[in-house]
């Protein structure tokens, strides 16, 4: 069985920092891609950020210089280190994975192969 479980969110003033986890079981960084995605209000997801089989890296505009995303294969976890944060940013973020191309946007939790249930983040102004 494939499982997500996104960790680490929570409430933060704007300018802090968070990193969130992404626990992965039943797939490897090996087969698949995988990424983060955010949910605004009730809008659609939106991708954040990707991180391909090769190690290929997407950011989208808006968190360019300021989120990173990694991996680390012994464990198969996958993390988000989110700075200077803002308003902006509250959201349920999702980890994804799958075989195919993360598109920019999509319902979330359809689209892609494997997603984690979402890990609220909040920033104060």
């Known amino acids: 069985e494939v499982r997500l479980q996104e960790s680490g969110g929570g409430s933060v003033q704007a300018g802090g920092s968070l990193r969130l986890s992404c626990r992965i079981t039943g797939i490897t960084f090996d087969d698949d891609d995988m990424g983060w995605y955010r949910q605004i209000g009730g809008s659609k997801c939106e991708l954040v950020s990707s991180l391909d089989r090769r190690g290929t890296t997407h950011y989208a505009d808006s968190v360019q210089d300021r989120f990173t995303i990694s991996r680390d294969r012994p464990t198969n976890m996958a993390y988000l280190q989110m700075g200077s944060l803002t308003p902006e940013d509250t959201a349920v973020y999702f980890c994804?994975?799958?075989?195919?191309?993360?598109?920019?946007?999509?319902?979330?939790?359809?689209?892609?192969?494997?997603w984690g249930q979402g890990t609220l983040v909040a920033v104060a102004s």
């Open positions: 994804a994975a799958g075989h195919d191309r993360f598109p920019e946007t999509l319902f979330c939790r359809t689209g892609l192969n494997w």
